[in-house]
């Protein structure tokens, strides 16, 4: 009894098939590992930034890093401008320690984005309560504070737009101030990692 095998010319056209089709995944496959590596390269090369082991990345709104305990970092200045951006160091720490805080500041100036970037960032376990330190219209419904009212449970953090840089915290009040407020804040973030 013979077995039937198939006719060569027939045997020679599916492994011709099968070549083709692995050249063809291989080929497939080198173009997606050279784009995966090509974005990764770009990721680290323009929009990435290491500061204090943490590695900061660009978004759409600001530039984040998360924590060895996957607590996220998120700033909106470019921390390689920062490196060389010198403001004195204030102990944020201490926040944790008060059971009140004022969040001070003039609504007419430019100081919400700074607030908000402070407060999402430093840790407080203290209640936090908006206060203004001028009797303007836009303060009627809020306390009137200013480093005068801190004391050893209630602290002050005073936000100011102002021509002199000047970052303090004496007598239970952190005074924050300068023309550029969200870089100052930025920093502050970065000081205290």
């Known amino acids: 009894m013979r077995m039937r095998t198939k006719p060569p010319k027939a045997e020679g056209k599916s492994r011709k098939k099968l070549y083709i089709w692995i050249m063809g995944f291989m080929i497939i496959a ?22 204090k082991g943490l590695s900061f990345a660009q978004t759409d ?17 470019n921390p390689a401008e920062l490196a060389n951006m010198s403001i004195p160091y204030v102990n944020t720490g201490m926040l944790k320690y008060y059971t009140k805080i004022y969040a001070t500041a003039d609504p007419t100036e430019r100081v919400r984005i700074p607030m908000s970037q402070f407060f999402r960032n430093i840790p407080v376990n203290a209640i936090v309560v908006p206060a203004c330190p001028v009797d303007i219209e836009q303060c009627k419904e809020m306390p009137l504070k200013t480093c005068e009212n801190a ?8 936000f100011k737009e102002a021509n002199e840089t000047k970052v303090s915290f004496e007598n239970d009040c952190l005074t ?16 205290a990692l």
């Open 30 to 51: 080198i173009m997606i590992g050279s784009a995966l590596d090509l974005w990764k390269k770009e990721d680290t090369a323009e929009g990435a930034y290491e500061y």
């Open 61 to 77: 709104t600001g530039w984040m890093a998360y924590k060895a305990d996957n607590s996220q970092v998120w700033i909106m200045s």
């Open 151 to 158: 004391d050893k449970n209630t602290a002050v953090i005073f």
């Open 176 to 191: 924050i101030q300068g023309k550029e407020l969200t870089k100052i804040v930025d920093k502050i973030i970065l000081e």
